[in-house]
């Protein structure tokens, strides 16, 4: 399930047990010619069988991801191992309806149904249902509880291990987000992929149970499936994000030239050759997926950054709470609703230390109303404000889209949640800090470029990473990568797209996919990518619409309740209309369209070329 956010519908629809409305069709009802009224009441009975089964699985799998146990785990596999076989009998049912001629509403719930799941099981195949619902779920919980405990005497990492000698992700995080001796950051980077070693062969198997099942619904593969939510067919959407990445990557190409030259100078030809990938474990990010944290190795000579967020933060003594409170003060000061009580009595804000959690941050609602938390671990920095905001935004969607009817409560394009509250955190420029008290003193004009390339560590370069990480999927789901290709075409795209290499040759058994939370997640990951295209068009549309005339990075639309109104009537579409429909209503456009991420960077752009106008760029 995702990471981001659950509601009723998602889980339903990542996993549903239709025994209940089973239990009122009549024993024939297969063999008797579907009419329009058959259809209506079906998506009537799917509504409400949907909406009572999924607030109990949604409570489950919030204990199990709050504590790990073999007992959450169980009872988890047994929740998901039921909301799966309810979600194909959902999916084959619809599948009936679909050449039928339909009012819209009910033609899009049809589709919705037929396309809920993210892994669905063989139909009637009860022994591979139970056997898909454990292994994602050990899967997950391998994840959550992996830790790395250093062998022998000859570790770097000791200084930063726990009581028992082991360092958990966020320990061996924080080693690559703020160290600069090359064995140390290797040895966090190995150390972390040792965890998903055992992961691989149930992966393997997981995909064949599930290709299964995709082939069951009509399906050639998962991936194909999962091309097919996007209200487009398939092979139409896989072009459509190569367009986008062919026309970023020259920004990215840009960015990756400059940075792979300032390691150079930091750490030498011999780790970082200037004809070659960077080494994945320089980058300040244990996956190479954004890069705020080198910035000061890369950073525009001469001049210092506009400011330090998490400088900041620490001057002011911000309590992991304080960084929620002023995330949720942004959201209400463009006119959103204040969140509920209960989303501070019952969210999870700290890493407990004395059980096991999963820590990769997430939004959640539980009853599909008003119980909405996040849980993560927070720490007190830049990337955590950013991630709360990130957070709080898929919150503010799904509380916008409870007013739907129960299948329409999501969002029409799985980019649009990512991209909400990433759309907000855009507009913590200085200005704003200043309005809120963070920042004293406004930062001159120049120093913008600062500001800029620190944004773009982490916006521009994660492009390709949100790009590949499906892409990798794709391959595997389709067959063409077997269990005994995995890591080394997972490296092969990493190298192609982001210039990013494994810093060591990697052991046969190596299964390095899994060692990134959406893999043993099954998280669909394409949502990233289309992220990082929509937050900008979101952000010049409501720039536009404030008036804004300015650069586009200098654009805060604190306390804009015009602004925020439009937003939300986005917002309150939910699922209700195509993604198309929803992105026109407040953009303009119905297009998927990157001028303005690049609209953007473009004092950035013209910066790059000319720091790169003398190097040989590319790998
Ligand atoms: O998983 C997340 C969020 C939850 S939906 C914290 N993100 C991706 C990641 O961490 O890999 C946000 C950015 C990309
Ligand atoms: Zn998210």
Redesign the pocket.
């Known amino acids: 399930m ?4 659950r509601t009723i519908a998602q889980h339903f629809l990542l996993g549903a047990s239709l025994f209940a409305l089973a239990a009122c069709e009549p024993a024939n009802e297969q063999s008797k010619t579907p009419t329009v009224d058959d259809a209506i009441a079906f998506v009537e009975r799917a509504e409400a069988t949907v909406t009572r089964e999924s607030e109990a699985a949604a409570r489950t799998a919030w204990v199990n991801a709050n504590f790990i146990t073999f007992d959450t785990n169980w009872l988890s596999a047994k929740s998901s191992e039921k909301m799966t076989t309810l979600g194909v009998e959902l999916a084959q049912e619809a599948s009936l309806y679909r050449d039928l001629d339909l009012p819209a509403d009910i033609a899009r719930k049809i589709e919705l149904l037929r396309l809920g799941l993210t892994l669905p099981a063989p139909q009637g195949d009860a022994e591979a249902t139970a056997e898909l619902a454990e292994i994602t779920t050990n899967l997950e919980a391998s994840y959550g509880t992996g830790t790395y405990c250093p062998e022998g005497g000859d570790s770097t990492l000791a200084a930063y291990a726990r009581k028992d000698g082991c360092l958990s992700l966020t320990e061996l995080e924080a080693v690559i987000g703020s160290s600069q001796d090359p064995d140390e950051l290797l040895e966090a980077w190995e150390g972390w992929r040792t965890i998903a070693v055992p992961m691989k062969d149930q992966y393997a198997r997981m995909v064949e149970i599930a290709n299964e099942g995709a082939r069951d619904l009509g399906f050639a593969d998962i991936g194909t499936m999962w091309r097919s939510k996007y209200d487009m067919p398939a092979d139409d959407f896989a072009k459509d994000v190569d367009r986008l990445w062919g026309e970023v990557k020259p920004l990215y190409d840009g960015l990756q030239c400059h940075v792979r030259a300032r390691l150079n100078e930091k750490y030498g030809d011999d780790l970082v050759p200037l004809d070659q990938p960077i080494p994945a474990h320089l980058l300040g990010n244990m ?1 190479a ?2 890069w705020g944290n080198v910035y000061d190795l890369v950073a525009p000579e001469g001049s210092a950054p506009a400011f330090d967020l998490t400088a900041l933060l620490k001057e002011k003594a911000y309590s992991e709470l304080d960084m929620v409170k002023t995330a949720e003060g942004f959201f209400t000061s463009v006119g959103f609703d204040p969140l509920p009580e209960t989303f501070y009595e019952r969210s999870l804000f700290l890493k407990p230390e004395d059980r096991n959690v999963v820590c ?4 959640w609602n539980l009853n599909d109303k008003d119980d909405i938390r996040i849980k ?1 671990c927070i720490k007190v920095d830049a990337e955590d404000f950013q ?1 709360i905001h ?2 709080i935004g ?1 919150n503010i969607y799904q509380r916008a889209y409870a007013v739907q009817d129960p299948l329409f409560r999501n969002d029409p394009n799985d980019g649009f949640h ?1 991209a909400i509250g990433d759309m907000i955190a855009l507009s913590i420029t200085p200005e704003y800090l200043q309005q809120i008290g963070l920042l004293e003193t406004l930062p001159p004009a120049e120093a913008d470029l600062g500001l800029l390339l620190r944004q773009a560590l982490d916006k521009v370069a ?1 492009l390709p990473f ?1 790009l590949m990480v499906d892409k990798w999927r794709w391959q595997v789901f389709s067959g063409e990568l077997t269990p005994e290709q995995y890591n080394e075409g997972w490296w092969t795209l990493r190298e192609a797209y982001q210039g990013v290499r494994a810093p060591d040759e990697r052991p046969g058994d190596a299964f390095d996919p899994g060692a ?3 893999i043993p997640g099954n ?1 669909p ?1 394409m949502r ?1 990518f289309l ?1 990082h295209i929509f937050q900008f068009q979101f952000q010049r549309a409501a720039c536009e619409l404030a008036g804004w005339e300015g650069p586009l990075h200098r654009c805060s639309i604190y306390g804009n309740k015009d602004v925020g109104e439009k937003f939300n009537a986005m917002l309150e579409m939910g699922a209700s209309k195509s993604w198309q429909e929803a992105l026109a209503a407040f953009t303009g456009t119905s297009k998927a369209d990157a001028t303005a991420i690049l609209a953007y960077f473009a004092p950035l752009k013209t910066w790059l070329d000319e720091q790169n106008k003398d190097r040989a760029c590319g790998w």
């Open positions: 995702g990471p981001s956010k996956w997926q954004s990769h941050a997430s939004a993560m991630t990130h957070e898929h990512e994660f949100g990134k939370f959406h998280t990951y990233y992220s």
